[in-house]
């Protein structure tokens, strides 16, 4: 999923009305929003968490300084570890680990909901729907 449709569902789920413009520079394609009101912003955590602010919704950006630390750790995560890799033994590490972080958890942080869950989903997505795609043809 590029990181504008899920910037887009972001802003659909947190009840924001849909006007944004986004658009990707780079190689990497990172994604950039051009504010109303100020500079672009560049980066899908950075954007997320603005979108978050926007919709008066901060805890789910943590709402102690841990769970803070934590949301950030599981956002940088996403961005570092789990977008580029799209090998089968990177995506199946990725999962296994994941899989025991969240063995003791109900969420990323532990019993919250945060934005870090959310990205973390829309990033394992397509990896998620491949691996039941390819179960289901049999292979």
């Known amino acids: 999923m590029a990181a504008a449709a899920e910037l887009s569902l972001l802003e659909k ?12 520079q780079g190689e990497r394609q990172i994604p950039v929003l051009q504010t109303n009101n100020g500079p672009s912003l560049t980066g899908l955590t950075t954007i997320a968490a603005h979108l978050v602010k926007q919709a008066n919704k901060e805890y789910l950006l943590g709402s102690t300084a841990e769970e803070k630390a934590i949301v950030q750790q599981w956002l940088e995560y996403r961005v570092t570890r789990v ?6 033994n990177d995506i199946h590490t990725l999962l296994k680990d994941l899989n025991s972080y969240l063995e003791d958890k109900v969420y990323l942080t532990g019993y919250n909901f ?9 990033g394992l997505h397509r990896f998620i729907i491949r691996k039941l795609r390819h179960r289901e043809v049999g292979n």
């Open 13 to 24: 789920s947190l009840g924001l009305s849909k006007g944004n413009k986004y658009s990707a």
């Open 83 to 88: 977008d580029g890799h799209s090998s089968k």
């Open 114 to 122: 945060t934005l870090a869950d959310i990205l973390l989903y829309y």
